[in-house]
């Protein structure tokens, strides 16, 4: 079975990726730099707060992407299965993407809080939109 709004899924899925490999990249050589002491005993954010910003900034981004988008997983992955991935599901789920792409490069890049917020509210919004859709053609209404 092929659909074309799995594209989309695999999009985000490689972003993810992306995101991943670039929090690591510059997270590894900043714990180095700054002498961290990796140790079970600390919370998290104690062990990893004397890193810059613009490292963690990478990291928190991943965290999101581990989030919400599972819901958009969910979504596409079911409007896949009963053949109502194209039209205006397949432009929703670009969309999303698109956005949620938007969303990394503003966190991992600048950070400016109500830019990004406003950025995730668009892309929820799409995301709340191909959710009720989804459930529409699951219910068949």
Avoid at 115 to 140: D, E, I, P
Wanted: aromatic share 10%; no cysteine; net charge positive.
């Amino acid at each position: 079975m092929h659909s074309a709004i799995l594209q989309p899924v695999i999009v985000l899925v490689l972003w993810s990726m992306v995101m991943w490999g670039w929090l690591y990249a510059t997270r590894l050589p900043a714990m180095v730099q700054a002498g961290t002491k990796l140790d079970p005993d600390l919370p998290r954010d104690i062990m990893m707060g004397g890193l810059p910003p613009r490292v963690r900034w990478k990291a928190d981004n991943y965290n999101h992407l581990m989030e919400q988008p599972t819901l958009f997983y969910a979504t596409a992955l079911t409007l896949a299965l009963v053949g109502q991935g194209d039209g205006l599901n397949l432009a929703l789920a670009w969309a999303y993407v698109g956005l949620r792409l938007v969303h990394s490069l503003i966190q991992a890049l600048i950070n400016v809080i109500i830019l990004r917020f406003a950025v995730f509210m668009v892309a929820s919004s799409v995301l709340v939109l191909l959710a009720v859709r989804a459930a529409m053609a699951v219910f068949q209404v």
